[in-house]
């Protein structure tokens, strides 16, 4: 999922099947905790609370004006909180039990370098669609609502082209380093 615009849905689509996979597998191999035991209330709560960090990393490039800081939250805070929000986001689909492919909407063009005002309405929009679907879960539903999740994953690719870093590369680091911090005792 580059800052470029997906030449097809099927390439994105692939790419986001391939990560759900690979998420799975390290929740049973190293938590050994199927995601559906631990619940979708579970994994909900934590794409809502890591999308909140997301936003709240977004408020400081917004707000700094040293360079150096700025730098460092568009390399490495910004792109990580994106990967643990989707990381999150996959999950709770996982712990639905939901195997269907998604099929999110990569941004169409290149988003416009330092417009502010639209990378508010970007972070409102992500704000918005991952809220909505926390919401809807705390209700129970019985289906998975795909298209929620689609919003929220095509919201975050937004973001990562505003940011111009690539979604897939930064969550495939994420599901590494938590595969790392589980060996080192980090996780319960």
């Keep these: 999922m580059p800052h470029r615009s997906y030449s097809s849905r099927q390439t994105l689509s692939t790419a986001l099947a391939a990560l759900e996979r690979r998420a799975l597998a390290i929740q049973l191999k190293h938590f050994k905790i199927p ?3 631990r619940g979708r209330l579970f994994f909900a709560l934590e794409m809502a609370g890591e999308m909140g960090e997301l936003l709240n990393d977004c408020k400081k490039f917004i707000r ?17 909180e994106a990967a643990d929000t989707l990381v999150g986001l996959m999950l709770l689909k996982l712990a639905a039990g939901d195997s269907r492919t998604a099929s ?23 704000a918005l669609r991952a809220a909505r679907l926390y919401a809807a879960e705390t209700r129970q539903p019985r289906r998975f609502n ?21 979604l897939v590369r930064a969550t495939q680091r994420k599901l590494t380093a938590i ?6 005792g980090y996780y319960e």
């Design 104 to 126: 999110p909407a990569a941004p169409a063009a290149a988003p416009p370098q330092h417009d502010l005002a639209w990378l508010h309405n970007t972070l409102s929009t992500l």
């Design 35 to 37: 995601p559906e035991a």
């Design 64 to 80: 700094t004006t040293q360079a150096h800081r700025r730098d460092h939250q568009v390399r490495a805070r910004i792109p990580e």
């Design 146 to 166: 795909l298209r929620a999740y689609e919003g929220v994953v095509s919201s975050l690719l937004h973001v990562a082209a505003f940011f111009r870093f690539n």
């Design 179 to 184: 595969i790392a911090k589980v060996h080192a």
